[in-house]
């Protein structure tokens, strides 16, 4: 089976991250797409509660519901400790060696690789699916797949999908003074954000 994982914090999920599934889902034939929030990551600053957790992982669940090649995966919401991608991966080709799995990334990400915990163990353990974005064109994003290739050994595919310029942040700050994330959430994760009044608090 050809599985591809997409991570993050998903405070909230949006329509950014289910295009990329999407996309990725098409363009490279998979089976399924797996949607991992994130409880504690290392990169980046979650609001670190059992409730945010959970609300986190029910608009997952609201975004995904519907497709039937999106699933959710609890892997990694459900350590207490940092989660890395080279161990999360390593895991998971443990326990499905005949799966091939693809890691989805952005491409700032794919820039800032040499910096991650063991990066060097995530090559072997996956394709990387690298998502283009207008401020990395196509031609410097080559560069460095080449370069990461050929320094590690690493299988790297340009993902070509429509760039939204909508953030988690955005949505949150938006939520917070009560105006309405329609159309950047799916409206079933909108409809969840007004009812728990999620992000008043936080602002």
């Known amino acids: 089976m050809k599985v591809g994982i997409m991570g993050g914090t998903f405070d909230p999920i ?40 959970h609300h986190r992982i029910e608009m997952v669940k609201l975004a995904v519901r519907d497709v039937p090649h999106f699933s959710l995966s609890l ?3 459900e350590t207490e400790a940092h989660s890395y991608t080279y161990s999360t991966l390593r895991e998971f080709n443990r326990r499905c060696p005949d799966d091939d799995f693809y ?35 196509a031609q410097s ?3 460095q797949i080449d370069y990461l290739s050929e320094r590690y050994g690493a299988r790297i595919e340009l993902l070509r999908a429509p760039l939204v310029e909508i953030s988690s942040t955005t949505i949150r700050r938006r939520a917070s003074l009560d105006l309405s994330v329609r159309y950047m959430v799916p409206d079933a994760v909108a409809d969840y954000i007004k009812r728990h009044q999620l992000y008043k608090k936080r602002g």
Request: proline share 5%.
């Open 103 to 137: 890691f989805i990334l952005g491409a700032d990400s794919l820039f800032a690789i040499e910096e991650w915990r063991n990066f060097e163990e995530i090559f072997p353990a996956c394709t990387i699916l690298a998502a283009m974005r207008d401020d990395k064109d």
């Open 14 to 53: 949006h329509i950014g991250h289910l295009l990329l599934g999407e996309f990725a889902y098409e363009d490279f034939h998979m089976d399924e797409i797996w949607f991992m929030p994130n409880r504690n990551p290392p990169h980046k600053v979650a609001e670190h509660t059992e409730e945010a957790m």
């Open 75 to 77: 892997y990694e919401a």
């Open 141 to 143: 994003m080559q560069l």
